[in-house]
C-alpha cells in the first residue's frame, strides 16, 4: 500500500513539472518572432487579444499582431467594426502614458497664459517647423494654459547648438520665443553655461519620442504632432 502511493506521489511530481516546464503560448511567440523581426528590436511583451483570435505583440514602442502559432504577422490597424472604435491607437495610448509628476519641470521653459490652469508639456526642437507654426497658431489662439517646453533636438547638431544659446540667455523664454517666432537669434552661450540638453535627451529615449512636436497632457496621454486650436481645446475637454 505505501509503494503504491509512493509511486503515486511520484508520477504526481513528475507530471506537476512537465506542466510546470511547458512554456506558454505567449512564450512561444515571443521565441519565434525574436529573430524575425530584428533590427535589433527587442519584443517587450506577447498577450492575447479579445478579437479573432489574435496576438498582441509589442515591440519598440509600436503593436504587431501574429496567430497563435506566430506563423504569420499583421502589420496595421484593428477597428472595431460597429464602433469605428481604432483598438490599436486605444491601446498605444494606454501603454505609451506616462507620469506627468515625473516631468523635471526645471529643464522645461514655462510659459503661463490667463489663469494656467490647464497644463501641458511639448517636446520641440528648434529646427522644427511643425513647432514654429504650431506656436504661431495654436499656442497663440489657446488660453488659460501653462506650458512647459522642452528643447529636444534630434533634427541635427545645428539644433543643440541653438538650444544651448537659448537656454544661457539672460531671458531664455524671450529668446525661444524670438527665434520660434522672428527668427531672430541669441548671442552664442557662455563657455562655462550649463544646460539640461543631456537629461532632456534621456527623457526623449524614455518616452520614446521620436518626432516634434510632441504633446503631453496630465493624465499622461500625448499627441504626436502638431495639432490646431480646435483640437486642442477637444483634447482638454477629455483629459480628467
Not at 15 to 41: F, H, M, Q, T, Y
Not at 100 to 110: E, I, M, R, S, Y
Not at 135 to 161: A, Q
Request: aromatic letters at 8%.
Amino acid at each position: 500500500m505505501l509503494k503504491r502511493k509512493l509511486m503515486l506521489l511520484a508520477l504526481t511530481g513528475a507530471v506537476a513539472s512537465c506542466n510546470a516546464a511547458a512554456p506558454s503560448v505567449e512564450d512561444n511567440i515571443k521565441k519565434l518572432l525574436a529573430p524575425r523581426i530584428g533590427g535589433g528590436v527587442k519584443i517587450e511583451s506577447v498577450k492575447a487579444t479579445p478579437y479573432a483570435g489574435l496576438y498582441e505583440v509589442r515591440a519598440g514602442g509600436d503593436i504587431i499582431y501574429t496567430d497563435k502559432k506566430g506563423e504569420f504577422i499583421f502589420v496595421g490597424q484593428v477597428y472595431n467594426a460597429r464602433t469605428s472604435e481604432n483598438l490599436t491607437k486605444a491601446r498605444l495610448d494606454e501603454i505609451n502614458k506616462i507620469n506627468f509628476a515625473d516631468l523635471p519641470t526645471q529643464h522645461a521653459l514655462k510659459m503661463v497664459k490667463g489663469n494656467g490652469k490647464r497644463v501641458i508639456a511639448i517636446f520641440e526642437d528648434p529646427n522644427c517647423g511643425y513647432c514654429k507654426q504650431f506656436r504661431k497658431t495654436t499656442l497663440k489662439e489657446i488660453d488659460n494654459v501653462t506650458v512647459y517646453t522642452y528643447m529636444l533636438n534630434i533634427l541635427s547638431e545645428d539644433s543643440t547648438v541653438k538650444s544651448r544659446n537659448i537656454w544661457c540667455s539672460p531671458d531664455r523664454n524671450k529668446a525661444w520665443d524670438e527665434w520660434m517666432l522672428n527668427n531672430k537669434l541669441p548671442a552664442a552661450a557662455p563657455a562655462d553655461c550649463k544646460t539640461p540638453l543631456d537629461q532632456i535627451s534621456e527623457l526623449g529615449r524614455k518616452y520614446r519620442i521620436n518626432g516634434t512636436p510632441a504633446i503631453f497632457f496630465t493624465d499622461g496621454t500625448r499627441i504626436a504632432g502638431a495639432i490646431d486650436t480646435a483640437g486642442l481645446e477637444a483634447k482638454f475637454k477629455t483629459v480628467k
